[in-house]
């Protein structure tokens, strides 16, 4: 009797230098194929692209996939769309890439996105990519899934697995993005007042430069939210709140936004009687400058704009025991979300100190004897 699929395996190199073969089992029969390299990590990735070919070419003997429904890539594209009108630009974009960049090449055709072949995929990512990153490729295929049922493309979503929180993956071989660095308020202030008021490129039309992250940092807002801010839609000249409409914020929490003395001078500063207040632009030279100026090189080298949200809302949180309007502030749907921003450090430590010393000790009042 023939095993039943349990996956593939790499079989050991014969002789020094030669290629590792892969060996699987589908529908009861064992196949065994060269990968054509000694080099593990590349046989592995090998092994799963062989291994996801050959599911291909000989279907499962049960699917809850519906006969005659559209193809993985066109469902991809049909899902995509849908998004439009729940998720955030940013997030309809990154589940994008997913699909057409892992998913499509691996999975091949809907018939193959079964409860197995899942799990194959969660283990070939790992040998890529960081478990965080895994994680969130497999929430999106769980999306994805479910979609898939509710429109009646599927009759059963297939099981996605967890990644196990012992599973750290591997490293991609050049890291992309960087947590955000510590930032004290004073360096904040240091970096925004080091960047440009305005644009000084004669490609496009000027934009102003200073006021977007000066705005940025005392609002929280994300960088994207900012891009897409109008007036006088969401700000118009002179008043004391951003109105965010559900559509332009990341977790579609529509809201009036609370401004500083300093943001609201910024805005009326640049504000046009119509139009976007900021638009989308490139600002990494600009950033870039302003972090050399204003930071020690090893932090300089990793900064980002972005970062400068995440300290506002590191700054808030130590400067107030109000979370709930910390969360309310930062755009968050979940407490547990802002609370993560508390991060332990030197500065924060000297400055509960410099507080403690700054109070008058009570005297304490001793009773005389009769």
């Not at 990519?129 to 599927?154: D, I, M, P, Y």
């Not at 609002?219 to 700000?235: I, K, Q, S, V």
Request: net charge positive.
């Amino acid at each position: 009797m023939g095993r039943t699929g349990t996956g593939w395996k790499l079989r050991p190199q014969r002789a020094p230098g030669h290629a590792f073969s892969v060996r699987f089992w589908i529908n009861g029969r064992e196949h065994e194929r060269s990968t054509g390299t000694s080099d593990p990590g590349e046989a592995s990735r090998e092994a799963s692209r062989i291994y996801a070919a050959e599911v291909a070419r000989q279907p499962p003997k049960r699917t809850n996939v519906r006969r005659g429904r559209l193809k993985l890539e066109e469902l991809v594209a049909a899902w995509a769309t849908s998004l439009e009108a729940t998720h955030d630009p940013k997030t309809k974009e990154t589940w994008e890439l997913y699909a057409n960049t892992h998913w499509i090449p691996f999975f091949v055709s809907m018939h193959n996105v079964t409860t197995a072949m899942n799990g194959e995929y969660m283990r070939a990512r790992l040998r890529e990519v960081q478990g965080v990153t895994v994680r969130k490729e497999l929430s999106a295929l769980r999306q994805f899934l479910n979609w898939c049922v509710e429109t009646g493309e599927l009759t059963e979503a297939p099981i996605v697995p967890s990644v196990s929180k012992r599973s750290t993956g591997k490293k991609f071989k050049s890291r992309r993005r960087v947590a955000a660095i510590e930032l004290s308020p004073d360096e904040c202030q240091a970096i925004i007042a080091a960047l440009p008021e305005w644009s000084a490129s004669k490609k496009v039309a000027k934009f102003p430069i200073r006021a977007r992250f000066l705005v940025g940092y005392e609002t929280g807002l994300r960088p994207e939210t900012l891009d897409l801010l109008e007036a006088p839609t969401h700000y118009r000249k002179g008043s004391s709140t951003i109105t965010l409409s559900p559509e332009i914020d990341k977790n579609r929490l529509g809201r009036e936004v609370p401004l500083s003395k300093r943001a609201r001078a910024a805005l009326d500063a640049i504000c046009p009687a119509e139009g976007l207040l900021f638009g989308a632009h490139d600002y990494r030279d600009h950033l870039r400058a302003a972090g050399e100026s204003s930071l020690p090189k090893e932090r300089a080298d990793k900064f980002t704009g972005a970062h400068l949200r995440s300290a506002r809302i590191t700054h808030w949180l130590e400067q107030s025991q109000n979370l709930a309007g910390v969360q309310y502030l930062a755009g968050h749907k979940n407490a547990n979300t802002t609370a993560r921003y508390v991060r332990a450090s030197l500065r924060a430590a000297l400055e509960v100190v410099k507080l403690g010393d700054s109070q008058k000790p009570g005297r304490r009042k001793v009773s005389k004897k009769a």
